[in-house]
């Protein structure tokens, strides 16, 4: 809890409070969704159950669908956060890219294995980023978490037609932006072939399973280093690539399952330095997604 916002609850708060902290991952899942990092996710619905305790008891006791009720509170938490997410991003240093979080992570934490679903991947959250604020909060808590419309309403202070306008606006933009999708078999074979091309250190070999107008993306968040400007065609991102790991010699690479499938975390002396993700149209890869910010790397230490 940030400063600031303690409180003291009640034996009774207490308890009440331990009936809904059951919704806690849900409702990270659900602000992961709309905001696109874990600590983003978390602060939301942190910020959620601190409301829900401010509410004197009668009116916590009136309430009769708590999960509900913080999933609403959430909603528009997070929509504030996307009004001002586009200057953040504007100041950001570097390329923004959403956090990865790999699949079935033993951290601890039961949010980040809940937000870690194998449906939740980048590509997806990219496409997310290109909506409005209301189009985002709408599309994820309908067609991801069924909030009913009129609820919905509530959230974005509009009318139940007007929302669910918003949510097929935004279903149809992400069906256009997403593509077919490629089995995620196919999909870690292409994967585990450009692992084999690196490792030989073969320009050519890499150029190979790359497509001819991939692009790499690197977010360093202006901590560590990374690449200012995505990095656009084969040869290009391949002499990257080897360049990164002739810098890096004593670098492990480990397979992990990540939303996007098939991916790889780094480390240098068993520390994660990076966390790279793909996307392939079948045939070769297409986009190289590369987390280097240290703060988007927690789900993976």
């Known amino acids: 809890m940030r400063p600031g916002t303690e409180i003291v609850m009640t034996d009774a708060a ?26 983003d996710a978390e ?5 959620a159950y601190v409301r829900w305790l401010r ?3 009668g009116e916590r006791e009136a309430i009769e669908n708590p999960g509900g009720w913080l999933m609403r509170v959430t909603g528009r938490i997070c929509l504030d956060v996307l009004g001002s997410a586009r200057v953040r991003h504007e100041t950001y240093v570097g390329e923004w890219l959403p956090e990865t979080i790999p699949v079935g992570t033993a951290s601890g934490d039961p949010a980040a294995v809940v937000v870690g679903a194998e449906e939740v991947s980048t590509a997806l959250l990219l496409v997310l980023e290109t909506l409005t604020p209301a189009e985002r909060v709408a599309f994820v808590l309908h067609e ?8 919905i309403a509530g959230v974005l202070g509009r009318s139940a037609a007007a929302c669910r306008q918003l949510a ?23 994967i585990a072939a450009f692992a084999a091309a690196s490792a030989s250190g073969s320009l050519d070999a890499l150029v190979r399973v790359l497509a001819p107008d991939v692009v790499l993306v690197s977010d360093g968040g202006g901590i560590v280093s990374a690449a200012r400007r995505p990095v656009r065609g084969a040869d290009h991102v ?7 790991a002739a810098k890096q010699p004593t670098a492990t690479y480990e397979p992990a399952i990540t939303g996007d499938g098939l991916g790889y975390a ?12 793909f996307a392939t149209d079948g045939e070769r890869i297409t986009d190289v997604w590369m987390m280097r910010n240290p703060e988007k790397l927690s789900a993976w230490v």
């Open 144 to 151: 991801v978490f069924a909030v009913p419309f009129a609820e």
């Open 14 to 39: 207490t308890r009440r409070i331990g009936d809904v902290d059951a919704y806690r991952r849900t409702l990270v899942a659900a602000a992961y969704r709309m905001l696109g990092t874990l600590a």
């Open 266 to 277: 780094i480390r240098v002396d068993g520390v994660i330095v990076a966390a790279v993700t």
């Open 55 to 57: 509410l004197d008891a």
């Open 238 to 244: 391949a002499r990257f690539l080897l360049g990164l």
């Open 168 to 190: 097929a606006s935004a279903s149809r933009h992400v069906g256009r932006r997403a593509g077919a999708g490629v089995p995620r078999s196919r999909h870690d074979e292409l």
């Open 43 to 47: 602060d939301a619905a942190q910020e």
